[in-house]
């Protein structure tokens, strides 16, 4: 059994600690473990990408091919859509729906949301609003984590809040506390943002 996973957004958003998370919760579950990531212009707010890749069975690339992403994981939409060409034909995106406006010419945002609206297999919902509502303002990527563990089919979500607590340990009981709340919050909210 093998997952393929797309993970995408801007500079400054988490979406490597997200990595960080799915791997750890991979290594412990004796998984086979793949990953290549490309920072881009993280530190001027660009693009972040990285391709990671699990397996019961030895992998040989680290990078997933065009039409072999089980699953897309961004931060921002069109993040999101930067990436469809990487997505198999049945895979899903699970993503934020709140653009983080970094370009000038940055695609109108009822566009945006309509094209993602337009896949078949979408799960989509403003995180950062739900972050701030709930007095979370770090953890928007731990909720978007959750949203996503559904389709981390090789992982489950005991596998993923431990590797939580074991991640952000060292930052203290308080922040492990806040990513392990925003995480039941993405999960709670997986069956019931558009899927």
Known sequence: M????????????GILSIATVIGEAATAAGLQLKQAEVHGMSQRGGDVQS??????????SDLIPLGGAD??????????????????????????????????????????LAELDALPHVVRLDIEALAREKNLPKSANMILLGMAAPGLTLLGGEQLRGAIARVFARKGEAVVQANLEAFGLGLAHANKVRQ
């Open 71 to 112: 699953l897309i994981i961004s931060m921002e939409p069109m993040e999101a859509l930067r990436y469809l060409p990487y997505l198999a034909p049945d895979g899903a995106v699970v993503t934020s729906s709140r653009p983080l406006v970094n370009i000038p010419d940055y695609p109108d945002e009822a566009s945006l």
């Open 51 to 60: 391709d990671m890749r699990l397996s019961t069975d030895p992998i040989c």
């Open 2 to 13: 093998k997952l393929d996973i797309k993970l995408s957004g801007v500079g400054g958003q």
